[in-house]
């Protein structure tokens, strides 16, 4: 069984570029679809973006594309998520999650990191 650990986040002014780490440890790394969702507060928990296992697929979230950044390092057993020019609207918990069977549904989650944007 894989867990995960999320660390990078933090208080973060409008326009930063903080980068969102995930470990992956009691597992094989490699085989798994890696994904990283977000939950704003008092909303739902939402997609923010996906990679494959060799990263051939990436998906994002529309409200991303060309911010953020999605990437992984099989060799370290990490999943990243580099973002960039942040709005106060990208506050959230930020959640890395993996699947063994592809996007639509993740097996395992992270505690998650907060990212809270100051404007």
């Known amino acids: 069984q894989v867990q995960l650990a999320e660390s990078g986040g933090g208080l973060v002014q409008a326009g930063g570029s903080p980068r969102l780490s995930c470990t992956a440890s009691?597992?094989?790394?490699?085989?798994?679809?890696m994904g990283w969702f977000r939950q704003p507060p008092g909303k739902e928990r939402e997609f923010v973006a996906g990679?494959?296992?060799?990263?051939?697929?990436?998906d994002y979230t529309g409200s991303v594309k060309g911010r953020f950044t999605i990437s992984r390092d099989n060799a370290k057993n990490t999943l990243y998520l580099q973002m960039n020019s942040l709005k106060p609207e990208d506050t959230a918990v930020y959640y890395c999650?993996?699947?063994?069977?592809?996007?639509?549904?993740?097996?395992?989650w992270g505690q998650g990191t907060q990212v809270t944007v100051s404007s």
């Open positions: 999650a993996a699947s063994r069977s592809g996007p639509k549904e993740y097996d395992y």
């Open positions: 009691g597992g094989t790394f490699r085989p798994y679809f």
């Open positions: 990679i494959g296992s060799i990263g051939g697929r990436i």
